[in-house]
């Protein structure tokens, strides 16, 4: 159990900085974001975290990135969950929440 | 080029009838097609296809089918792409599209 906590701590350590929480801000904003992660070279994965309505603009983001400025780059993995969120009266609801997995292709054939 | 093409179609024959496409509506509404679907009973996998803003409800109604109305499913895949799509005054632009495929888990542990 102890060593499990450890493994996830050490994981979100070494994800953090190659994470880009995506909002209602327009799709490119994001793809600049995952255009510099990569070029700065010290990842060759990039996560694209979205909740509610800014998941298709997540999407957007990625599709652009992967298709016109990354192109050695290639969605390794998509998950999608749920989470409780508490909004500003207390309340609490269910929201989608979605990561998508970017990464450098590890070889041209 | 042809092989493509001829694939691409056996594809869509062959998943037609368990594809649910995801418009603009509330969440619900899809999930009621897809407890349907699987109820049905003639398929173990249902999939939600959407493209640009319909994506977070497609993602919506996929967490709400899975947690609470068809607990034995799981989300089997996911794939995203850019469609290009034609608007009514003749332009051409691209949108995100979404395929999220949900099954029947084989086998509880």
Same mark, same amino acid.
């Given at each position: 159990?102890?060593?499990? *906590? *450890?493994?996830? =701590? *050490? &994981?979100?350590?070494?994800?953090? =900085?190659?994470?880009?929480? &995506? ?9 600049? %974001? ?10 060759? =994965?990039?996560?694209?975290? %979205? ?5 298709? @603009? %997540? ?23 749920? =989470?409780?969120? *508490?909004?500003?009266?207390? #309340? #609490? ?6 990561? @998508?997995?970017?990464? @450098? ?5």
């Amino acid at each position: 159990m102890a060593e499990k *906590t *450890t493994e996830k =701590e *050490t &994981v979100k350590r070494k994800t953090e =900085e190659n994470v880009i929480f &995506v909002g209602s801000k327009p799709p490119m904003s994001y793809v600049l %974001a995952v255009v510099t992660e990569f070029n700065k070279g010290s990842s060759d =994965e990039v996560v694209l975290k %979205a909740r509610g309505r800014s998941i298709s @603009i %997540a999407v957007d983001a990625a599709e652009i990135a992967r298709n016109r400025f990354v192109k050695n780059s290639e969605v390794r993995d998509i998950k999608i969950d749920t =989470e409780n969120v *508490t909004s500003n009266d207390g #309340k #609490k609801h269910n929201v989608s929440s979605i990561e @998508i997995y970017l990464s @450098i292709k590890k070889e041209n054939k």
